[in-house]
């Protein structure tokens, strides 16, 4: 199981992003997949994730509204797009998966997850 995060970069407030989750090994629809991000000098947060199974997602507050996720079974990869962005977005972004079926509050939890992948950086300045 390998996870390779991509698509971050430099982009001014009000800009948006795409990172990409890329699987090898597995097929994602059957594993819970989330994202997750750390800013420099805080824990790492849950961002929004995928639940295996039922598809049912959960988001932090903070990206409501501004953050969505999409799968893309030709490709095997969970993509987060991200718009609206805010300097406190800015951090190494990561995605996260597990066989398991959390429960929904759980979801966003960093003991749920088995396999990460390496991060990619989120910079949003002007």
């Known amino acids: 199981v390998q996870l390779q995060a991509s698509g971050g970069g430099l982009v001014q407030p009000g800009g948006s992003l795409r990172l990409s989750c890329a699987a090898s090994g597995f097929t994602l629809n059957d594993y819970t997949i989330a994202w997750f991000r750390q800013a420099p000098g805080k824990e790492r947060e849950g961002v929004y994730c995928r639940r295996q199974r039922d598809g049912a997602t959960s988001s932090a507050d903070s990206v409501k509204g501004r953050f969505t996720i999409s799968r893309d079974n030709a490709k095997n990869t969970l993509d987060l797009q991200m718009n609206n962005l805010k300097p406190e977005d800015t951090a190494v972004y990561y995605c996260?998966?597990?066989?398991?079926?959390?429960?929904?509050?759980?979801?966003?939890?960093?003991?749920?997850?088995?396999?990460w992948g390496q991060g990619t950086q989120v910079t949003v300045s002007s």
């Open positions: 996260a998966a597990t066989r398991r079926r959390p429960i929904l509050s759980a979801c966003l939890s960093d003991p749920s997850y088995d396999y």
